[in-house]
């Protein structure tokens, strides 16, 4: 049985991991409430902008680009989302695996015709240690989100399209549902899916902090009825368009802004998942923490006990003796 002052020593270290597992849950909490009002100021922008631009391919016969034909896959390119740092449970082994089995899956192609864009640290360094090609450096990324890089990385990928040195785009992050789910996605970026414009999951609760099960309860009370707004907000458009000035300028105007759009809300929701995921695991580590706590002092106090009793034992047998 150890002694009471390696006891007491680590009382100290767990009440001092403690301390940092709590300080980290708030910060990731506070970080996270800034990342739900990005994504909840620039959401109905870019849903109602998508809405729009694939509603207009779809009823438009003409209204055929380069960035909406299907074509044999030769070379693919994968837009990975991670973060710079660990501490935040699965998040990154998530997203790591899921991009090995992209990879995986498209290895008949053969690696060098695999293009990684790694958005994150983590990713980024599993990318080289497994011999992929990078596009680039986009580190700071995932730290402080920028809609100017995303537009130039849009640009980079929609010209690279069009040019056929890539034929599939897709992107691999965490959609960002309630700061207690995120939901691993891989989506097709280019071409552009007509067919997902009615079955895009934005159902996200971008108002609570707190990752329980009242909350999620919550979630799903409330889903019937974000269901009928959302419904209410893409109802299809009116068939009967008119063009002006016309379809080639309305066409090279909507696109690259739907591109940078989709990139920049992939970001956001992989930086809110980054922190919802932190703030659950040190939410956790702290409650072990205390439980661990309450289990060294009550072993604290069982063996002081046992001193103190032992100590009277020996008095209590001395004054027989004598």
Known sequence: MPSLKEI???????????KIT?????????????AQVMIENMLPYETMLEHILKSFLAAEAEAQTVFTQQRPVQRVALVVYS???????????????????????YEHLGRENIL?????????????????????NYTDLADKPNVRQCIDIAAEL???????????????????????????????????????ELERDHERDLKSNVATREAQEYLRR???QQETVQTEAVKPLNDNLIVEPDMDTVLSQLIPKMAHLML???????????????????????????????????????????????????????SVNN
């Open 22 to 34: 709590s300080a980290m849950k708030m910060v990731a909490s506070s970080k996270l409430h800034h």
């Open 264 to 318: 920049y809300t992939a970001l956001l929701d992989s930086v809110a998942s980054e922190h919802a995921a932190r703030m659950v695991a040190m939410q956790t580590a702290t409650d072990n923490a205390d439980e661990l706590l309450r289990q060294l002092n009550l072993q604290y106090n069982k063996s002081r006990q046992q001193a103190i009793t032992s100590e009277l034992l020996d008095i209590v047998g001395g």
């Open 8 to 18: 007491k020593g680590r009382i100290a270290s767990v009440q001092s991991t403690r």
């Open 83 to 105: 973060s710079n740092s660990s501490l935040c449970g699965g998040f990154n082994a998530n997203v790591i695996k899921l991009m090995q089995q992209a990879v995986s899956q």
């Open 116 to 136: 990684i864009y790694p958005i994150g640290r983590k990713v980024a360094e599993k990318a080289q240690k497994l011999g992929l090609q990078c596009a680039g």
């Open 222 to 224: 409330n889903a019937r």
């Open 158 to 196: 929609g010209q690279r399209f069009a040019d056929g040195e890539l034929d599939h785009v897709e992107l691999i992050y965490h959609h960002f549902k309630s700061a207690g789910s995120q939901i691993l996605t891989r989506k097709t970026f280019l071409p552009i899916d007509l067919e997902t």
